[in-house]
């Protein structure tokens, strides 16, 4: 392998690469960058095996000579070394050539590097993309969706299915669903398909994390393809590979209650400010639990009580009560987290009984949702 | 070291057998449990069973090609859907067992099949094996399990009673001895190789090995000290014991070449002498024999093994020593 690559667009792709390897590994392979050299440019490669990123490196963009190949070829080397060698070269243009025996040549002006690199072969294998069955969706909407389910998934390891997000694809709409069990959130989009087919996937929740830090915010369609292990995001020059959960998710439809007994409308803002106060007090107790009571005069009242620290008391006037009175306790996190997570000025709160799960949705809008399990107090 | 099917069944024709017929059949279980003494092929059959899962090409159905990709990135440790847990330390910690369950909630990387092994499984720490055993419970499909150890009773029955023991046999000792002297070792120091390891491999590299040799030397000289001076046995110990036997690992072959030692003289005693492994000091130990009677060539065998259970269990290796010299001084039982 030989080729010459302007030190620029090499940086960047490494950095890009580099967001996947971790030096915590068992498998000796994945402390390096595997860079592939081919007729039609370069590919950089990371991976800890939970997630792989891969990007690729144009032999020309926009008129420019980026890459010059000289010999096609692979080859793996050390992440650690390799990214900071590349940062720190002198002049504009990096040449890499591997000799005999997996010795690579890094040359840039006058300096010269000889790094021990691993034989391409051993890197692990990633799925092949097969073009005919994926499907679009605009990236700020999948970073959107993303962001609004991501952080409803547990943290704790003893039900691992619930540490992903559930992606059910059925007739060209995706649904996004996560839940710890305490709370869930859910988001519908619809999506372009080729084939019309039907998944139903758990992703796990770190690796949404980390495509949502990695992938530009533009309205340019991101490709999905889902294969049976992993799924991939392909976006400009720029591959992400995710593993799947092992495993059934839970069916989450039942827990949605359909009819509601008391209705509230509310402005966003005003009712996450008012959470947050209330919260201040909270948090010095057990649960961060605050109270929710309707009062006369299309009023709520918002309350919190820690005996050894002090009160609060906060009124807000709703838009509109439909239905019976109710007092109802609940995670003052786990409220802010779904009011913050959902779009619109204002809100509508359905709930069922203070012992039920109560809805919080934004007003005329059916794409998303959010449900929160009550706390039981006396 | 990398040994082919035809190789270990050799070494092992039972096991390979059994395992043979399970992959043919199709009929492979979802934990195996390998155990049986230090380098009788555990973890190379545990390899090569891995190798036959993955391979792209299998020979007769059964016998992996070493030649694919898989096989050679499992043999290199590179392929990511098998994972190899090594105690960390002296144990297996709960943490490493975690990590592994968190591997495993994933599907696999490449294929649907995914293989851990464990090896030295008696050494996993408590808590260790209960976070094991929710994990071996309840596999995944397509999830192999192999457990390695050299201490059966060691480990749990709770995991024992889930996995399917194999019992690997010690290469008998002529058997090995005669294979040491074809590979070129001397025929009087193949017996002592030949008792200490079942590994071919192990014993050539002991037998080259200037340490060993030192060590050897310096076993046979605390015999004789203890014999002839026993007071000078303690200075002994400080002079040339302690600086040559450092790690655990080492002390522990110090003790089991003094244990050899002992139990030549019973060989001399009861008239087995083709037995003996100390060939080069043949004369010398015939002269001791003499003097001591099997009662006590017993009692001072015991000693040297509750050493070595003391080791294990983490004493003082210089009180240990210590204790041990004054427990082998003949005569005197003060301690």
């Given at each position: 392998m030989k080729f010459i690559i302007q030190r620029d667009r090499l940086v960047q792709s490494v950095q890009d690469v580099m967001k996947a390897v971790t030096s915590r590994t068992t498998i000796p392979i994945l402390t390096g960058i595997?860079?592939?050299?081919?007729s039609e440019g370069v590919t950089l490669t990371g991976s800890d095996s939970d997630i792989s990123i891969e990007s690729f490196i144009p032999k020309e963009d926009a008129g420019h000579e980026i890459v010059e190949i000289k010999q096609s070829g692979a080859i793996v080397l050390q992440a650690k070394f390799f990214s900071e060698i590349v940062k720190k070269l002198p002049t504009d243009s990096v040449e890499i050539e591997v000799l005999g025996s997996l010795q690579t040549v890094i040359r840039s002006g006058k300096s010269e590097f000889n790094l021990n690199g691993l034989d391409a072969e051993e890197y692990p294998h990633l799925p092949q993309i097969e073009e005919n069955n994926k499907f679009h969706i605009a990236t700020d909407l999948l970073k959107a969706m993303i962001r609004q389910t991501h952080f409803a998934v547990s943290t704790s390891e003893t039900r691992p299915i619930l540490t992903g997000v559930n992606w059910k694809i059925e007739n060209d709409e995706l649904i996004c669903i996560a839940t710890d069990s305490h709370r869930l959130a859910l988001r519908k989009a619809k999506i372009e398909t080729d084939n019309h087919e039907n998944y139903n996937v758990v992703i796990p929740g770190k690796s949404l994390n980390e495509l949502n830090k990695i992938i530009d915010d533009t309205n340019e369609p991101?490709?999905?393809v889902?294969?049976?292990?992993?799924?991939?995001?392909?976006?400009k020059h720029l591959l992400f590979f995710s593993r799947l959960l092992e495993g059934n998710y839970p069916d989450t439809s039942r827990l949605i209650p359909n009819e509601s007994k008391t209705a509230v409308t509310v402005n966003t803002k005003e009712f996450l400010h008012a959470i947050d106060r209330a919260s201040l007090l909270a948090r010095e107790g057990r649960n961060n639990v605050v109270k929710f009571s309707i009062i006369e005069g299309g009023s709520i009242e918002i309350s919190s009580n820690t005996p050894e620290v002090g009160k609060v008391v906060e009124e807000i006037q709703s838009q509109s009560i439909e239905g019976e009175d109710l007092k109802i306790s609940f995670s003052a996190k786990y409220m802010m987290d779904a009011l913050k997570a959902l779009?619109?000025?204002?809100?509508?709160?359905?709930?069922?009984?203070?012992?039920?799960?109560?809805?919080?949705?934004?007003?005329?809008d059916e794409t998303i949702l959010q449900l929160i399990l009550p706390v039981r107090t006396y | 070291m990398e040994k082919t099917w035809d190789q270990l069944e050799e070494l092992q024709p039972t096991?390979?057998?059994?395992?043979?017929?399970?992959?043919?059949?199709?009929?492979v279980a979802h934990a195996y449990l390998?155990?049986?003494?230090?380098?009788?092929?555990?973890?190379?059959v545990g390899l090569l069973l891995t190798k036959a899962l993955f391979c792209e090409s299998l020979i007769e159905g059964y016998k992996p090609c070493e030649t694919c990709n898989n096989c050679r990135r499992i043999q290199s440790g590179n392929h990511p859907d098998v994972h190899i847990v090594e105690p960390d330390g002296l144990s297996i910690k709960v943490d490493q067992i975690r990590s592994l369950q968190t591997e495993f909630s994933k599907k696999g990387v490449e294929s649907l099949k995914k293989v851990y092994l464990i090896s030295h499984a008696d050494k996993m720490s408590v808590s260790a094996s209960n976070s094991l055993l929710k994990f071996l419970e309840e596999p995944n499909p397509g999830t192999v399990a192999f457990l390695l150890t050299e201490q059966l009773q060691q480990l749990l029955p709770t995991i024992l009673s889930r996995c399917q023991i194999l019992t690997f046999k010690?290469?008998?000792?002529?058997?090995?001895?005669?294979?040491?002297?074809?590979n070129g070792v001397a025929p009087v120091k193949a017996p002592l190789l030949a008792q200490l390891t079942n590994n071919l491999d192990e014993?050539?590299?002991?037998?080259?090995?200037?340490?060993?040799?030192?060590?050897?030397?310096i076993v046979v000289k605390l015999y004789e000290v203890l014999k002839k001076n026993p007071l000078e046995a303690m200075v002994m110990l400080q002079s040339d014991w302690f600086s040559h036997f450092k790690e655990k690992e080492q002390i522990h072959r110090g003790l089991d070449l003094l244990l050899l030692i002992f139990k030549d003289l019973l060989y001399i005693q009861l008239d087995k002498q083709e037995q003996m492994v100390f060939i080069e000091e043949d004369e010398r130990l015939r002269q001791f024999a003499l003097q001591t009677s099997g009662r006590r060539i017993s009692d001072q065998m015991s000693a040297i093994l509750e050493a070595k259970r003391k080791l294990q269990a983490n004493m003082n290796p210089q009180l240990m020593m210590e204790q041990l010299v004054l427990k082998l001084q003949e005569g005197s039982s003060f301690v």
């Amino acid at each position: 392998m030989k080729f010459i690559i302007q030190r620029d667009r090499l940086v960047q792709s490494v950095q890009d690469v580099m967001k996947a390897v971790t030096s915590r590994t068992t498998i000796p392979i994945l402390t390096g960058i595997k860079i592939a050299a081919t007729s039609e440019g370069v590919t950089l490669t990371g991976s800890d095996s939970d997630i792989s990123i891969e990007s690729f490196i144009p032999k020309e963009d926009a008129g420019h000579e980026i890459v010059e190949i000289k010999q096609s070829g692979a080859i793996v080397l050390q992440a650690k070394f390799f990214s900071e060698i590349v940062k720190k070269l002198p002049t504009d243009s990096v040449e890499i050539e591997v000799l005999g025996s997996l010795q690579t040549v890094i040359r840039s002006g006058k300096s010269e590097f000889n790094l021990n690199g691993l034989d391409a072969e051993e890197y692990p294998h990633l799925p092949q993309i097969e073009e005919n069955n994926k499907f679009h969706i605009a990236t700020d909407l999948l970073k959107a969706m993303i962001r609004q389910t991501h952080f409803a998934v547990s943290t704790s390891e003893t039900r691992p299915i619930l540490t992903g997000v559930n992606w059910k694809i059925e007739n060209d709409e995706l649904i996004c669903i996560a839940t710890d069990s305490h709370r869930l959130a859910l988001r519908k989009a619809k999506i372009e398909t080729d084939n019309h087919e039907n998944y139903n996937v758990v992703i796990p929740g770190k690796s949404l994390n980390e495509l949502n830090k990695i992938i530009d915010d533009t309205n340019e369609p991101i490709d999905i393809v889902i294969t049976e292990n992993q799924i991939l995001f392909k976006a400009k020059h720029l591959l992400f590979f995710s593993r799947l959960l092992e495993g059934n998710y839970p069916d989450t439809s039942r827990l949605i209650p359909n009819e509601s007994k008391t209705a509230v409308t509310v402005n966003t803002k005003e009712f996450l400010h008012a959470i947050d106060r209330a919260s201040l007090l909270a948090r010095e107790g057990r649960n961060n639990v605050v109270k929710f009571s309707i009062i006369e005069g299309g009023s709520i009242e918002i309350s919190s009580n820690t005996p050894e620290v002090g009160k609060v008391v906060e009124e807000i006037q709703s838009q509109s009560i439909e239905g019976e009175d109710l007092k109802i306790s609940f995670s003052a996190k786990y409220m802010m987290d779904a009011l913050k997570a959902l779009e619109g000025t204002d809100i509508n709160v359905s709930f069922t009984g203070a012992m039920r799960p109560f809805v919080i949705r934004p007003l005329h809008d059916e794409t998303i949702l959010q449900l929160i399990l009550p706390v039981r107090t006396y | 070291m990398e040994k082919t099917w035809d190789q270990l069944e050799e070494l092992q024709p039972t096991v390979l057998k059994m395992l043979k017929n399970s992959l043919l059949k199709n009929r492979v279980a979802h934990a195996y449990l390998f155990e049986g003494m230090r380098g009788t092929g555990k973890k190379e059959v545990g390899l090569l069973l891995t190798k036959a899962l993955f391979c792209e090409s299998l020979i007769e159905g059964y016998k992996p090609c070493e030649t694919c990709n898989n096989c050679r990135r499992i043999q290199s440790g590179n392929h990511p859907d098998v994972h190899i847990v090594e105690p960390d330390g002296l144990s297996i910690k709960v943490d490493q067992i975690r990590s592994l369950q968190t591997e495993f909630s994933k599907k696999g990387v490449e294929s649907l099949k995914k293989v851990y092994l464990i090896s030295h499984a008696d050494k996993m720490s408590v808590s260790a094996s209960n976070s094991l055993l929710k994990f071996l419970e309840e596999p995944n499909p397509g999830t192999v399990a192999f457990l390695l150890t050299e201490q059966l009773q060691q480990l749990l029955p709770t995991i024992l009673s889930r996995c399917q023991i194999l019992t690997f046999k010690p290469l008998a000792p002529k058997v090995m001895m005669k294979q040491l002297v074809e590979n070129g070792v001397a025929p009087v120091k193949a017996p002592l190789l030949a008792q200490l390891t079942n590994n071919l491999d192990e014993a050539l590299k002991l037998n080259v090995d200037e340490w060993f040799a030192q060590a050897q030397k310096i076993v046979v000289k605390l015999y004789e000290v203890l014999k002839k001076n026993p007071l000078e046995a303690m200075v002994m110990l400080q002079s040339d014991w302690f600086s040559h036997f450092k790690e655990k690992e080492q002390i522990h072959r110090g003790l089991d070449l003094l244990l050899l030692i002992f139990k030549d003289l019973l060989y001399i005693q009861l008239d087995k002498q083709e037995q003996m492994v100390f060939i080069e000091e043949d004369e010398r130990l015939r002269q001791f024999a003499l003097q001591t009677s099997g009662r006590r060539i017993s009692d001072q065998m015991s000693a040297i093994l509750e050493a070595k259970r003391k080791l294990q269990a983490n004493m003082n290796p210089q009180l240990m020593m210590e204790q041990l010299v004054l427990k082998l001084q003949e005569g005197s039982s003060f301690v």
